[in-house]
């Protein structure tokens, strides 16, 4: 039997259930996968939401890493017994699955389980971010709203180490202490003067602005990216903001954001390579991560709910 944490209707984070399913034999074009480390997003709590409508009921989570057990009909690529991972593929939150071939991406032998899933999803967002979304160039100023959440950490670390000069806001005096290492200039996001205290930094406006915040920090943001610059939309932790389209138009300003599979999925294997190399190579720093048994994963759905969890949340089958 295998752990599976399903749910059948939408809401809150108790709505997510513990159950026991028998994994049967994989289809053609499936594999059986025994799962050694499972991924938490923030797209998960979406999905349980019905903010991203699934079918229900329905296996939360779409990230997961672990080894090959068995192989249905017209698999060529693969064996049981190797090491795979996968994103955005929707039923990860389980000891056990079957999931489609096509979905899965061989793992390098020296990183483990857990540390593919620390760093897949999100380093591919992360490298959507300073790729796809926007194309950073060496000098500019970025500002990371947000940057003591799991990809909002990356985002900023990464851009430092490619020469942007990179602000990052967090929600608390211990958070902000955390994120100081990797950015230029550390603030609070919850000052009444944060805009102004950007402005100090940037008088002319920062060039791209990564919003994980939302609804708190929309108007700050706003405000300080130059005429011409960039806001990518990234997540809403605190809500849906309110956005003046027609005002930041005015001023040239592009709001962009959506799946960042448009950007990583035709470039996977250069986007993946370009993640695990600078993970292995140190850019991302020491990653916070806070591990829970799987079937604890409705507790972690309520630590995000709560923001008492920053860095990365991996579930162990």
Not at 150 to 179: F, P
Not at 241 to 254: M, S, Y
Not at 307 to 313: C, L
Request: charged share 20%; glycine share 12%; with cysteine.
């Amino acid at each position: 039997m295998s752990t599976t944490i399903r749910f059948h209707k939408y809401g809150g984070p108790d709505v997510l259930q513990v159950e026991d399913d028998r994994v049967g034999e994989p289809g053609p074009g499936q594999v059986r996968l025994r799962q050694e480390a499972v991924g938490v997003n923030f797209i998960d709590t979406a999905f349980r939401q019905g903010i991203f409508p699934a079918p229900l009921p329905s296996v939360a989570g779409v990230e997961g890493a672990g080894v090959v057990d068995a192989i249905g009909p017209g698999v060529k690529n693969l064996r049981v017994g190797d090491r795979v991972a996968y994103f955005l593929a929707p039923g990860s939150y389980a000891a056990e699955r079957l999931i489609d071939a096509s979905a899965l991406l061989k793992t390098p032998d020296d990183l483990s389980s857990e540390e593919v899933v620390t760093v897949l999803t999100k380093g591919l967002t992360a490298w959507a971010g300073l790729n796809g979304f926007h194309q950073l160039k060496r000098g500019e100023i970025v500002l990371v709203q947000g940057a003591s959440s799991s990809v909002g950490t990356l985002i900023a670390r990464w851009a430092k180490a490619l020469g942007a000069i990179v602000i990052g806001t967090a929600g608390s005096e211990a958070k902000r202490e955390a994120i100081a290492t990797g950015v230029d200039h550390a603030l609070l996001s919850g000052d009444a003067d944060l805009a102004e205290q950007i402005h100090c930094l940037a008088p002319q406006g920062v060039d791209v602005v990564y919003e994980f915040v939302g609804k708190a920090t929309f108007a700050a943001t706003a405000a300080v990216v130059r005429d011409g610059g960039k806001i990518v939309t990234i997540g809403a932790a605190s809500g849906q903001p309110a956005v003046d389209q027609a005002g930041l138009a005015a001023r040239g300003v592009r709001v962009v954001g959506g799946p960042m599979a448009q950007y990583a999925q035709p470039s996977i294997e250069k986007a993946t390579v370009a993640v695990f190399d600078a993970y292995r190579q140190g850019v991302f720093g020491d990653i916070d991560v806070t591990r829970y048994p799987l079937a604890q994963a409705a507790q972690a759905h309520h630590d995000i709910a709560e923001r008492r969890k920053s860095g990365t949340i991996v579930l162990i089958p």
